[in-house]
């Protein structure tokens, strides 16, 4: 076997070995409420990093230019209560406005 497959069954176990230690460790009780807190913010840390790395990075570089000012006025008409569609249209008319302007 490749080192590629070997990495992927060593990952493979790891990620069972750690979905099954919760439920060993709690043995059907209830996660204190301190760890449940926690875990209902993990889904939208992980979704915010994401889309930060994603935006912001191009590369090995950080990179800010008219994608990135796309999805920040987006982001804004989001939270001011858009809809999704007129939300996609303002990111997408913004960046084809400032990449015809020249910013890259």
Do not use: N, Q, Y
């Amino acid at each position: 076997m490749s080192t590629v497959w070997w990495t992927i069954l060593g990952l493979a176990l790891a990620t069972a070995a750690v979905k099954g230690v919760g439920p060993v460790l709690l043995g059907g009780r209830d996660l204190p409420e301190r760890f449940t807190g926690v875990i209902v913010l993990m889904a939208p840390a992980l979704l915010t990093a994401l889309v930060v790395t994603s935006v912001l990075a191009d590369g090995d570089r950080w990179h800010a230019g008219a994608d990135t000012v796309g999805v920040a006025t987006a982001g804004v008409a989001a939270w001011r209560g858009a809809s999704v569609i007129t939300t996609i249209g303002i990111a997408v008319v913004l960046t084809a406005l400032l990449r015809l302007a020249g910013l890259p």
